[in-house]
């Protein structure tokens, strides 16, 4: 779903076919920032910022054991007998961003468009059309694994891989909180440096569970203090509006920065257009939105104007929105506690999330 969502709204905005999200420069820590006395008073849209991170490698050079022999997560049974030239494509650039951290990141021969940190933005691209991927840029790269998931399509580009004798894995697409450290794991098993990937699992937990407690001094305790939060994903020049519900992994960023997520309450589930009923009864006091989402309907004041039943809840009339780069703001990989605390931030301390923007 989230795929073909990203597509039809890339394909609609300027540039979003090339390289066009960089990092934001500075991120804020949240211990360092100065928080507000009541969250639900402020007034005006905050920019999350990612600054510019080096990998940070688990280990310098993974002792590999190959061959390996994984089931997928379609039940499929590979075998993996060389990890010299590896692709590991997804719709966040979560499968990337895993391998380089694994130590494997000389191993990569190409990228999809939302892989986009420092040390792989030299390699050439697989995607076109936004997220599409592009079989004969696959196969010029000769790849002898590919790591992917359901996230992007065609998927007959994956079956003509296959067919071409290339060992493709597919790895679960669910992304969230309480995923990050199995599909880390999965990402190593498959490419045969297991112990490197127990090592990437328990830092990357490590650093979500710190983010979180220090997310904890600062976010209301009381349900009834807490924000309530929805999350928009909107392509205004491809006509795409959509608030994203239980299950689709927006839950689990509004939980993890401490909002109260509306949608069990009004039981949103998944992905679904949304609605003015469906705004106005979920009232948000805070919307969460991906930054070019805002951009294709021309900021906050473009997004009322298209959503006017969002002027009728807190969010809308305080212009309470929070936005973080597309790439990370779902991904859920080893950047999660940044991606936490910098929307922490932007939410509790947003002057110092501005002031890091400038």
Known sequence: MIAGLLVAGCAELPGTGGDTEAEDGTTVSLAD?????DPKSYEGATHASLGEQAVRPIVEDPKQQLPVTVTDAQGTE????????ILALDIYGTLAQTVFELGLGGQVVGRDISTQFAEASELPLVTGNGHELVAEQILALDPTVILTDTSLGPWDVILQMRDAGIPVVVMDSHRGIDSVGSLTREVARSLGVTEAGKKLARRTESEIEAARAEIAKVAPGAVQDQLRTVFLYVRGQAGVYYMFGEGSGADDLISGVGGYDVA??????GMKPVTDEGIIAAQPELILMMTKGLESVGGVD?????????AQTPAGQRKRIVDMQDSAILGYGPRTAEVLESLAVAIYAPSAAEASDE
């Open 264 to 269: 069990e309450e009004i039981g949103w589930s």
């Open 302 to 310: 473009g997004l009322l104007e298209r959503l006017p039943a969002l």
């Open 78 to 85: 590979v075998t993996v007998t060389d990890t010299s030239r």
């Open 33 to 37: 920032a100065e928080a507000l006395a």
